[in-house]
């Protein structure tokens, strides 16, 4: 087991347009890339369990492989910068993705 | 066509936001390229700045920056173009940009030139007039059609505009170009079509340079990137000197900020980027091939719409008990219910933000029953009149101090203010509109303009 935040460059959060957030994992090298695409620990139901949201509202989940990167999008439960909102950017959603521990072969 | 491949200098991916860094600039001036041109806009800045008519930049960073562009750009004889003017392309920005333009060419003496503008302004008149004709504005990202409620509710929407008025204004004569809100990508897009070269790598070059350097290695923004164009391939380079376009940082960015990697809508068609191949040249530049281009049926037009909610006030309370840590729900309960009992339940809203909690992130956070062992409290109260909503901030605010929780030891105070007062915040604003609507001609919405800028040739000799 190791933790994504070790095995990733690159994990971050924005706006996509004003009603989504999307989700950038992003890997050094193809190898590790690709194991942790296989290890499944990072799949639409394992982002849904872990910020505790039905699978209905991550809109997009694709690997990326010109990147070597896995990516998803979640609508936001209000649009950016409305009253209630607490991150106008979208910028630090990302924080439980670190802690995933992804089993490696 | 006259040259076989089309360079643009891109130096930053939201002028005004944050000022370029000039070392890069001029490293990339020094390469003569074809185009010099910046995106000026952002809907990430939250909905206030379009709704109040105001920019979130600086005055003084967009005069920088335009300044920068503007010299060199007449001094290479090559095309300056600003996309999305002032942060949200409104018609004030826009003709804040004309003014700065105006204002640094007579400084400088500049010989004269052509000044292309548009706007990009929807007027809430013929949208109702649209919908009440029987014209559906379609919702975007799940939202639900326009409904004359939320048309009401709405104080200024802006088009996004297409390749459409850049070339238009192109083929006027037009030296400069300042643009009201538009697609990121088109002021790349719109010349390089407009000389001849295939629409899908011209979307592209636009779709990963319009953010300047955060296409490259390592991070670092505010840094000038290349774009150039041939009728086979986008080349990418890096112009700082410890900068790289890399496949990682290029492809990474064909990524960035939109929910999907593969597509790029804009007005007129989809740039589909599911076969893009990337490919290390040299060290600073990166080779991208394979985009395709697919027109749209229906010509529909992307419109951002913001619309005020209120008057805002911010409170700050501080809270370091064990016990009121733990049961800060009920704290906030009890203050809730206080407002609730003295102002009735609606006609405001009342929101608490718990640092330490979910303050970042809301219900979405994982760890919101590990709070840490002290909380910050940012209450915000919204009304359409600024006494009401200073009312309910004090009121949300001061009422967690005399919360009543039955174990409590502490019972001179349930929490702590660094301030014993509310702040008046800018009024609070909302998306009202992000939806699309038909139209016949991509330019119907975008009033064009053609100015003289600069000193005639005689008077300059005088």
């Known amino acids: 087991m190791a933790k994504l935040s070790t095995l990733a460059k690159t994990v971050r959060s924005k706006n996509a347009g004003v ?27 394992s982002v849904a369990r872990l910020y505790r949201i039905p699978e209905t509202r991550i809109s997009d989940f694709v690997a990326f492989d010109p990147a070597c990167a896995i990516k998803f999008t ?32 | 066509m006259s040259k076989r491949t089309l360079r643009f200098l891109c130096p930053n991916g939201h002028l005004g936001f944050a000022p370029i ?35 979130t930049s600086p005055r003084a960073w967009q005069a920088h920056d335009l300044e920068h562009m503007l010299l060199a750009s007449r001094k290479l004889g090559v095309p ?21 333009i105006r204002e640094i060419a007579a400084r400088h003496h500049l010989a004269s030139f052509k000044l292309g503008y548009f706007y990009s302004e ?3 008149e013929s949208l109702r007039r649209n919908m009440e004709g029987g014209e559906t504005i379609e919702g975007l990202d799940g939202r639900p059609a326009l409904t004359p409620q939320e048309l009401e509710a709405t104080d200024r929407i802006v088009a996004m505009a297409g390749i459409h008025p850049y070339t238009e ?18 002021i790349f897009a719109g010349p390089a079509i407009r000389a001849g070269y295939p629409e899908a790598l011209s979307y592209y070059l636009g779709k990963v340079l319009e953010c300047a350097s955060f296409n490259a290695e390592p991070y670092a923004g505010k840094e000038t990137v290349i774009g150039e164009i041939s009728m086979e391939d ?33 007005l007129g068609g989809m740039l589909d980027m599911r076969q893009c191949r990337y490919e290390q040249v040299d060290e600073k530049t990166t080779r991208v091939t394979g985009p395709v281009f697919v027109p749209a049926r229906d010509l529909r037009v992307k419109l951002e719409g913001a619309g005020k909610v209120g008057e805002r006030y911010v409170g700050i309370a501080g809270v370091r008990d064990p016990y009121t840590v733990a049961n800060i729900d009920r704290v906030i309960g009890w203050a809730r219910q206080q407002v609730r009992a003295r102002l ?16 970042v992130m809301g219900d979405l956070e994982p760890l919101k029953d590990a709070p840490g062992h002290e909380l910050g409290i940012v209450v915000y109260g919204i009304a359409p009149e600024a006494a009401l909503a200073e009312e309910v901030c004090m009121m949300g605010t001061r009422q967690m101090f005399y919360a009543r929780l039955p174990e409590v030891k502490g019972t001179a105070g349930g929490v702590a203010f660094p301030l014993d007062e509310v702040m008046r915040a800018s009024p609070a604003y909302r998306w009202t509109v992000n939806h699309t609507m038909r139209v016949r001609d991509p330019l119907e919405l975008f009033p064009l303009h053609l100015v003289d800028v600069g000193m005639p040739a005689a008077a300059r000799r005088g």
């Open chain 2, 169 to 186: 204004l192109l083929d006027r004569g037009a030296d400069v170009i300042i643009g009201g809100r538009g697609s990121d990508c088109v």
């Open chain 2, 21 to 55: 860094q000039t070392e890069s600039f001029y490293l990339g001036v020094a390469t003569n390229p074809d185009v010099i041109l910046a995106d000026s806009g952002s809907d990430d800045i939250g909905p206030g700045p379009l709704g109040a008519d105001t920019s």
């Open chain 1, 74 to 105: 979640i609508y936001r439960d209000r649009p950016s910068g409305s009253p209630g909102d607490t991150d106008i950017f979208g910028a630090q959603q990302y924080a439980p993705l670190l802690d995933i521990e992804v089993p490696l072969k």
């Open chain 1, 19 to 45: 009603d989504k957030i999307t989700f950038d994992v992003i890997f050094r090298d193809r190898e590790t890339y690709e194991r942790v695409k296989q290890s499944g620990a990072i799949t639409r139901a």
């Open chain 2, 122 to 124: 929807v007027p809430k």
């Open chain 2, 234 to 266: 986008v080349q990418l380079t890096a112009m700082h000197p410890a900068q790289r376009c890399t496949v990682a940082s290029v492809a990474g960015h064909a990524m960035y900020e939109r929910s999907n990697p593969f597509f790029e809508y804009v």
């Open chain 2, 80 to 100: 300056m173009i600003i996309g999305s003017a002032g942060d949200t392309g409104t018609n004030s920005r826009v003709d804040l940009y004309v003014g700065m």
């Open chain 2, 344 to 359: 009735g339940d609606s006609g405001y809203e009342l929101y608490y933000h718990v640092y330490g909690k979910n303050g």
